[in-house]
């Protein structure tokens, strides 16, 4: 009988030799002396079965972001390790042993019981084959099946290499250039269509040249895809770098409510704002400045005013629509901004009253006040001549020409503003008299 046992399992192990010619899953050896068979068999789990078990059988936190459970198609082999008694298969049935880095060790258990089920069904028969295909197809009938907590990052990694092995083995049609190019030189965006790497390297990096970092993604036509991933495997390390580099510069620019330029002279880095007191922020540099007056850090203190006429501009702007009132007011403090408008009022209503009881000399803009005599003005700072009342300039050659024109608003005014009935000393100056 046990030659009639060792000639069954010499053709078992020729079968699943055959069977799994094209890869390494199995191996087998029979030892000199007892002449008996032991070996291993990593067993994958079929895909659809994978499926059903991360979305009914699955017991990982699903909350965890950076896992993509709906791409989990492959998860790692069951070793199924074995030793043949003598007798098998006729009278004995094979040793076995299990382990999986997902299946628990309950599900273990479990699955050796099945198997040792299909031993007694198919007693006198080779099951090794068997027990291979219930591991494949069948773990979904079996309500002890969970998927270990702990073994997440496994699944995760193994899923990822075995999709990267079976792409590179097929053949794709560029969407670009519209060859078919060889898995190995491709690459499956996350919105699944594919590309060769050398048409991809090509049109992103002439985006990334012109600074279009936004634009860096699926090229398809009409694709609204955004996402993507391993940007490392297409560009060069060049273009990569200016990549991220861009890409910082464009968050920062459009996330100023979080990040600032430093304005170090020669930095070029930027700093995140401080989460306590967003005036703050600490550059990679190590440049602690305040995010408002640009300045090094200056504590809680308000920042110091560098031009008072700007900073009054912005504050009377923000006063009638009420945008940007209350950075001011944090940047320079509400009670420093009202007494500097209210000083400035102040003065502009000084100005106003000196503008209406003076003249303001054509040529130097020095202002003059008329305290008594005729509208002819000469200015005591650069000796320019000049009407009164309107400010014109009057010519040396005939000075009493201007209040001479009819129809004009200074026509016979030359005594216009003479304080009372006083009258022209005799010993003025001739330019002075209206002929």
Request: net charge negative; glycine share 6%; charged share 25%.
């Amino acid at each position: 009988m046990e030659d009639e046992c060792a000639d069954y399992q010499a053709c078992e192990m020729s079968a699943l030799a055959a069977i799994y010619a094209d890869n390494s899953v199995f191996a087998y050896t029979m030892d000199k002396d007892s002449r008996l068979f032991s070996g291993s068999i990593a067993v994958e789990v079929n895909t659809s079965v994978c499926e059903s078990l991360v979305n009914t059988a699955m017991r990982i936190d699903a909350s965890d972001e950076a896992v993509d459970w709906g791409n989990l198609k492959y998860l790692p082999p069951i070793q199924l390790r074995f030793s043949l008694p003598a007798l098998y298969p006729l009278v004995d049935a094979p040793q076995i042993s299990l382990s999986c880095c997902w299946l628990s060790a309950e599900a273990l258990e479990s699955i050796a019981g099945r198997m040792s089920e299909i031993w007694h069904i198919e007693h006198g028969m080779c099951v090794l084959d068997s027990y291979i295909n219930m591991l494949r197809y069948d773990l979904l009938t079996m309500d002890t099946i969970r998927i270990d907590t702990g073994a997440v990052q496994e699944v995760v990694a193994y899923n990822a290499g075995r999709r990267h092995e079976l792409f590179e083995m097929q053949t794709f049609t560029c969407l670009i250039c519209m060859e078919p190019q060889s898995g190995k030189h491709c690459v499956e965006l996350a919105c699944s269509h594919v590309h060769c790497v050398q048409c991809l390297r090509g049109y992103w990096g002439m985006l990334i040249d012109e600074g279009s970092v936004w634009l860096v993604q699926c090229p398809y036509p009409g694709c609204q895809a955004s996402k993507v991933d391993d940007l490392s495997r297409v560009l060069s390390p060049e273009q990569m770098q200016r990549f991220t580099m861009l890409s910082d510069q464009r968050r920062v620019d459009m996330d100023s409510s979080h990040f600032a330029w430093c304005p170090r002279e020669g930095c070029g880095k930027w700093g995140p704002r401080d989460s306590t007191n967003d005036k703050l922020c600490i550059c990679e540099c190590g440049y602690a400045f305040c995010v408002c007056c640009r300045r090094v850090w200056h504590g809680t203190s308000y920042c110091a005013i560098d031009s008072r006429l700007k900073v009054m501009e912005e504050y009377r702007r923000a006063l009638e629509d009420g945008v940007g009132l209350a950075a001011l007011e944090r940047q320079y403090g509400k009670d420093v901004l009202e007494s500097m408008l209210e000083k400035e009022e102040a003065e502009d209503e000084s100005e106003k009253a000196i503008a209406a009881m003076s003249q303001a000399c054509p040529t130097c803009s020095v202002r003059i006040v008329k305290a008594y005599g005729c509208n002819h003005i000469r200015c005591t700072q650069c000796n320019t001549h000049f009407c009164y009342l309107c400010g014109a300039l009057i010519g040396l050659s005939d000075p009493l020409g201007h209040f001479r024109l009819a129809g004009t608003a200074c026509y016979m005014m030359l005594l216009e503003g003479v304080l009372g009935d006083q009258e022209v000393e005799a010993e003025a100056d001739p330019l002075d008299i209206l002929i």
